[in-house]
């Protein structure tokens, strides 16, 4: 029969000991791997938190936006009617009333009046001529 020869395993060129070298650096870059997997689950964690807050903030800017609209197109409607109310002839007859009245106006009675315009009885009404 055959006996089996005992080969010691720091002899060159052991089959069994490139094997353990490679089954060691294969756990090691599994090691590696299973760290970086954690490390990446936990900052995908971070930002899937930072998204639902950035979703939250939208919806409530969403929501505000949509107050906003509301309100301006309720100001807009309100703006038609009081500019419905007040239809231009009626503004227009105000001008020109407001016109009429500037250009009769009395001129100054004395260039005392003129020169002067902040004497002690400014304030007085002028008594028509």
């Not at 990446?40 to 409530?60: F, G, S, V």
Request: charged share 35%; net charge positive.
């Amino acid at each position: 029969m055959g006996m089996t020869q005992f080969v010691p395993l720091e002899q060159p060129g052991n089959k069994v000991q490139e094997f353990i070298k490679r089954l060691a650096a294969t756990s090691d870059a599994m090691q590696n791997a299973v760290s970086k997997i954690s490390e990446l689950r936990k900052r995908n964690a971070e930002l899937e938190k930072l998204l639902q807050e950035e979703r939250a903030a939208k919806r409530e800017l969403a929501a505000e936006l949509a107050g906003n609209k509301v309100a301006v197109a309720e100001l807009k409607r309100r703006l038609d009617e009081l500019e419905h109310r007040n239809e231009p002839r009626e503004l227009d007859s105000v001008r020109h009333a407001k016109s009429v009245a500037f250009w009769q106006r009395q001129p100054a009675e004395t260039t005392h009046e003129v020169s002067r315009p902040n004497a002690i009885h400014h304030n007085r009404r002028r008594q028509p001529v």
